[in-house]
């Protein structure tokens, strides 16, 4: 690949359409994740995670955690509570998120997005719609 700062030197995703549900009151579950092995030392990654339906059950408190892992180490780059709080049951939107990680070398970690209902049942790509991670690698 060309060594042009600024360029997209590599690019990969993981898609379900599968709907995934996690529990009432659970704990950090990987529901998206990739295999990454950046191509340079001092790249950046942009990492999307998006769904255009989630859903969760109870309205009042319940609230869905995210999470982005690297290796099963919570990277602090994307996390937080989403749909906090709601007054209607039954609530449905959609979700998008965006991490920027310096490269971590030339070895290969596992990026996951995890996840868990609190106070509620937390239903990703809700009745069958795409859920997606990216990983963009950009070059220094």
């Known amino acids: 690949s060309p060594n042009i700062p600024?360029?997209?030197i590599n690019f990969k995703k993981v898609t379900t359409n599968t709907n995934v549900i996690f529990p009432n009151n659970s704990t950090f579950t990987t529901f998206l994740s990739l295999?990454?092995?950046?191509?340079?030392?001092?790249?950046?990654?942009?990492?999307?995670?998006?769904?255009s339906s989630v859903s969760k059950t109870t309205g009042g408190a319940g609230w869905i955690g995210i999470r982005l892992d690297l290796d099963d180490v919570d990277s602090g780059t994307m996390s937080g509570a989403f749909m906090y709080p709601t007054a209607t049951n039954d609530t449905r939107q959609p979700f998008h998120s965006r991490a920027v990680i310096d490269s971590w070398g030339t070895t290969s970690k596992t990026v996951a997005?995890?996840?868990?209902?609190?106070g509620t049942t937390?239903?990703?790509?809700?009745?069958?719609?795409?859920?997606v991670m990216t990983i963009t690698e950009i070059g220094a």
């Open 6 to 8: 600024g360029a997209v």
């Open 35 to 51: 295999g990454y092995t950046p191509l340079q030392t001092n790249s950046t990654l942009v990492v999307d995670v998006s769904c």
């Open 113 to 118: 997005f995890k996840t868990y209902g609190a």
């Open 122 to 131: 937390a239903s990703w790509s809700h009745q069958g719609v795409q859920s």
